[in-house]
Structures are given as C-alpha cells and as structure tokens.
C-alpha cells in the first residue's frame, strides 16, 4: 500500500481530529499493508499512544488497541481467568513473528471475516469503546460497521468466564475454514460463529433454546448445534464449500459446548 | 523521510517512505542477510529482532522503527554460527535460503522458553518456513544445541 502522508499523533485528540476531520485512516498492526495494492491519503499511526496493554478495571479486563496477539496469547492474566481460551484462539495464526506484530485493535476494527479473535470476543460479550467515550457491543459492530469514521480505544471484557474456541484450518498458515466459540456467562450460553466465510455471527437461536441451564444434555447441545447451523448463511470459497462449512461447524459446536459444560 | 534505526548496534539513518516495509529498508542499507521470500508475511525468512522479539520485516513498516534496536543475524553472529554447527551435523541445511530468519527465531525461543519440548519448539517455529523441508533435521538440530546450551 502507498501511504501518500504520513503522521504520528502524540494524544488521542490529535489522533481524533486526525481521523474526523482529515478524514485519516487509523493504522493498527500494519501486517497487511504489504499486501494491499490501495492508496492510504493520510495514514494516522496508533503506535505510541499508550494502547498496549491488559489490565483490570473493577469487574472488567480492558485490551488496549494496538495490544498485540502475541500478548495475548501469553498474558498470565488471561490464563488465570480463561484458561487456554486465549492461547487457542491466536496461536494458529501464523507464526510468533507475526503475532508480535498484529493488534486487537486492528483485527476489530477490520471486521475480518477470516478473523480468529473476533469470533472468541463476541462470545464473551466484548464492548468495543471508541474514542472520546462510545461503547458499542462488539458483535453489533462486526455486524454493522461504523455509521461515521472512528477511533478504537480498547475492547471490555468480563473478569472472567468459562468458554471454548474451536476451528478447522487446512494448514496451520492459512486462514480457518470455519471457527466458533460458546461461553457461559454466569447466567446465560453465547455462541459465536466465524470465518464462515463471512464475519463473525451470535447464533441467536441457539443461544436462546439452551436458556439458563448451566448443565446442558448432549441432546440440547446436539439441538443447538443443529439450530445454529440453520439460522446461519454459509458462503463457497476455494477453502470449502458452504455444506462442508456447515457440517464442520455442527461438530465445532458440539465440542464447544461439551468442553465448557465439562 | 529519514529514520534512525540501531541496527546490530550501529546507528543508521536511512531514508523510507511512509508506507515501506522494514525488508526493503534493510536491503536497501546494505543488510542483505535479512532475505525476501513470500512477502507476504507467510513463510519467515525476513524475520529480524526489533527490540529483541521476532517481527516479519515483510510485514513491518519501516517508519514505525525509528529510534529501535534491529537485530540481524549478523548481530548474533557468534550464537548464530554455534547453533549452525548442529544445523549442519544433522545434515539439516539444504540450500540455506531459510536459514537467518530461522536461526534468529531459534535463538528468540531460547531466551524466551525455558528447556522446551519437542511440541514447543514446533509451535514456536511454525512461522518458518523451509521450502527443502529439512524440518525433522532442524528438530534434532535444535534438540540437540539447546541440551549442549543447558549443559
């Protein structure tokens, strides 16, 4: 990609205007700029502005912006209180190389249908905030994108929660065919479906028919798996076709729901 | 637009524009060690250490390194050439094309994990890629350097 103008924005204000008013374009992780054959008219790079971190924040986990995959996959934050969930979920991405390279921030904010993390954020019941103070549901977001130009602050999680990421690649470089996650909230289940090839997706129905039962029958879990293969819309790419997708992706579920039941 | 870089210890100002990657850059200041491949942030031959963590110099824009530490393999050099002899013992270098990237990524995993198995150190260096497929080789290789380091 050529980048026709250049800045580095010492505060979130600068950065801001940057974006609203000359219409810049936020630069995250950057791994994916080689590879893109547009022209960037102003590219406002988010290195610098303090957005690497994983922190608690009263009952929350707060992810800056341009934290990178790599920190994530070995944060022991995350580890104490999501198990591997974390670790699953990046570390088929490439190698470590990349992964020290590529951002939360620039994932989301790129509603990536092939994205790993997207899918295991909006299980989890991310918020995204965008800078001065917006907070949107996560899964809203990838749904419908942004209505004006924005800035990626940091993603809201909860402090902790029980949940499973499954996928299925052809290579470990390549992108998932097709990938989900569930999580249990505490008082409800969420399920998650990516890469379909389209972008991540609640499975509403599903959600809705295992209710609020924490101890789900594998009968439930197989009627989910079967509600949630039917109330999404699976694309043919020359990755898989939309059947294999969809018959993956019934076992995907199953297993996660079965690993966060235990 | 100029930058400085301190790479393997020297300082260097080279000129970039704002949307080159760090490959380019480096070639271009004469470290011609870090090699091409994919481009595309794929295969891992371009790695380089930028304040000591492995990055796809592919994949890296080179502004963003300005006033950072890069570490090619010639700035490990000593470590690099130690770790060859078990390279070449096992029979595990072929054309070599790979083989500064993923020397430096070995060199990474050995400060970054402490006495790692054998699945570790796949997954560790599963973003280097060696187009003559001496993988089983390099295993022994690595197996074999790290138990001779930890002795």
Redesign the interface.
Known sequence: MEILEYARPRSMDEAFRLIRERHGTAIGGAAWLRTNTKTMALGVDLAGLGLEYIREAGERIEIGAMTTYRELETSQLFKARFGPLFEATVSHVVGIQLRNIITVGGTVAGRYGFSDLNTTLCALGAKAVFYPGQTVDLADFIEKGAETPFLLEKILLPASMKASYQQMRISENDFPIINTASAWTGSDWRIAVGSRPAATRLCKKAMSLLGDDPYLSDEKIVAAAHAATAELQFGSDIRASASYRRETLHVLIRRALMEVRG | ?IITLHINGKEESVEC???E?LTEVLRRAGYLEVKKGC????C?VC?VL?EG????S????A??ADGKEVTTIQGLAGEAKKFAQFLTAEGADQCGFCAPGFAL?VL?MKKELHDPNEAEIR???????CRCSGYEGQIRAIKKYLEAEHA
Not at chain 2, 39 to 42: A, E, I, K, L, Q
Not at chain 2, 123 to 129: E, T
Request: a positive charge; one cysteine or more.
């Open positions: 637009m524009l704002p949307g990657m481009d595309t942030g794929n891992g790695t930028l963590k492995p990055v796809l592919c994949s890296y824009l502004i963003r990524t990474s997954h560790y260096l599963a973003g280097n890629l």
